[in-house]
């Protein structure tokens, strides 16, 4: 698949990523449109993004290996692979302020914490099976890796590189995103209809709240005041206040499990939500306030994975 040449006008607007893990490639689409300006190459199964502090570039993590590309994102083209073997199953990925990435390598049962413009490593052990997500502090100094079949959260101290300690949850932890002022971390359980909050300086579960089947991933709103879970399991997603932990609303975005919903990610002005539904391979843009899906969004097959580049 080859990228192609851009005019200045499209390369400076909004870009969404898409990975498209039944296809091994990753879409750059003109947001503000949905047109589809490039579809290349990647690794493996690709499936969670991060884009970089500037907005220059993204990384796609090809879980179905042991590699992350990482992307110009104006050019639409690959500037480098990077291996992280021994570890394997790179799966959920956080780009720091500082340049660093942080990736959970499900496989290898690690995080690792990579130089992009080196691509020098830290392997951390979480010991824990299923190290499938990761969710950052606001001051970036811990990582908190979400491990499914172990029902724990692995705490890292991303300053020292070393684990802390495991968080137990039960079930089985994927989705989960940490409130604004870095006090709660919120992690939907796959065994069961179910939310929990975490108070992260005690290590306690402070509330369990119900959701929709099953909400197998969290995101919290820029402003911090609003959590959604995305259900893959009643193509619904579930939206949270976050400060009084109250319901506001379900919205039903396919309203069925065909639809494989399963990544959410909220657009830059906090109004609107983007969800991959990956069964038909499209990108459902959701207006928050009223429930109203606006539009689809056309990708890749099996389209998961989402970024939102500036």
Same mark, same amino acid.
Do not use: C
């Given at each position: ?55 220059? *570039? ?69 010991? *824990? ?10 001051? *970036? ?63 306690? $579960?402070?509330? $369990?709240?119900? /959701? ?13 005041? $609003?959590?959604? /879970? ?5 193509? /619904? ?23 494989? *919903?399963? $990544? ?17 391979? /499209? ?28």
């Amino acid at each position: 698949m080859i990228a192609v040449a851009l005019p200045a006008s499209i390369a400076a607007a909004e870009t969404l990523l898409v990975g498209n893990k039944g296809e091994d490639s990753v879409s750059f689409l003109d947001l503000a449109s949905g047109t589809e300006r490039a579809r290349v190459a990647t690794g493996k199964a690709p499936h969670e993004i991060a884009i970089s502090p500037n907005g220059r *570039q993204a990384a796609v993590v090809a879980y179905g290996g042991t590699t992350v590309d990482v992307f110009d994102v104006a050019r639409a083209r690959l500037v480098k692979r990077i291996d992280i073997a021994p570890n394997s199953a790179p799966h959920g990925i956080v780009w720091l302020r500082d340049g660093r990435l942080v990736v959970a390598a499900e496989k290898s049962r690690s995080v690792v914490v990579i130089d992009p413009r080196s691509g020098r490593l830290r392997s951390i052990a979480t010991d *824990q099976s299923g190290t499938h997500m990761v969710a950052v502090s606001p001051d *970036q100094r811990r990582a908190y890796a979400a491990n499914v079949g172990a029902g724990t959260i692995s705490v890292i101290d991303l300053q020292r590189g070393v684990k802390l300690n495991d968080i137990p949850v039960g079930g089985n932890p994927e989705g989960l995103a940490v409130a604004a002022d870095g006090r709660e971390l919120w992690v939907g359980d796959n065994s069961a209809p179910r939310l929990r909050v975490v108070d992260l300086a005690s290590g306690r $579960t402070v509330a $369990t709240l119900p /959701t929709d089947p099953v909400a197998i991933r969290v995101a919290i709103s820029p402003d911090g005041k $609003t959590a959604v /879970t995305s259900n893959i399991g009643a193509g /619904t997603l579930n939206v949270f206040d976050v400060a009084s932990r109250k319901p506001l609303r379900t919205i039903a975005v396919s309203g069925h499990r065909e639809a494989i *919903q399963v $990544t959410v990610a909220f657009a830059r002005d906090g109004r609107r939500v983007l969800v991959a539904e990956t069964g038909p391979g /499209t990108i459902a843009d959701v207006d928050l306030a009223s429930g109203e899906v606006r539009r689809r969004i056309p990708a890749g097959k099996n389209a998961d994975g989402i970024g939102i580049a500036p």
